[in-house]
């Protein structure tokens, strides 16, 4: 379901999502509002990408957001006047959530916003970031919880962690040639990337 969200106090325009060129979304997934899908995205079943509150939410070329995934943001105005604290500046503009290229979300993750996951990125399964700042080329193990945290580049965050303070996010381990899952992002873009290609060739 693609679809334009409703107005409120806390957002008085109403959008259509983008959606880019040879990006998928799933029947049985919801795009509402403020939404930007960048190409060759895929949206699984059951996803939730709704930016009815906080917006805009947007996500880039290549990445995926797998079944059961919610994306959703709290509100970035009210009364007609932006609520800056809800809002992240990347690259001189500002979101509610950004995802960046190449970047997995797995099965159940939650990205709440204000949040920002930037480039080839893996964002494991049932974790959840929120008003958090994930670098590039990260993996977040599954089962982890981020709140109010810059995760560095190229770290990870093993798997069942809570990280709500700066220090203990500070001191996360960098990713190694011997760690196991250095490489597990490029596959999982691989395969749903070319899901997308052929779910639309389908139609």
Known sequence: MIEKNVTA?????????????????HPLAAVIGNVILGRNVMVSPMASVRGDEGQPLVIGDDSNVQDGVVIHALETEM?????????????????????GDRVSLAHQVQIHGPAVVMDDTFVGMK??????????????????ILMGV??????YVPAGSVIKEQ?????LPAITEDYPMKNLNKGVVHVNTSLAKGYLARK
């Open 150 to 155: 810059t995760v560095p580049e190229g770290r």
């Open 127 to 144: 974790s959840l970031v929120f008003r958090s700042f994930v670098g590039k080329k990260c993996v977040i193990e599954p089962g982890v």
């Open 79 to 99: 009364n007609e006047k932006p609520v800056g604290k809800n809002l992240y500046d990347v690259g001189g503009r500002k979101y509610a959530v950004y995802v």
């Open 167 to 171: 220090a203990k996010a500070d001191q």
């Open 9 to 25: 106090a806390f957002c008085k325009k109403v959008s259509e999502p983008v959606v880019g060129e040879n990006s998928y979304v």
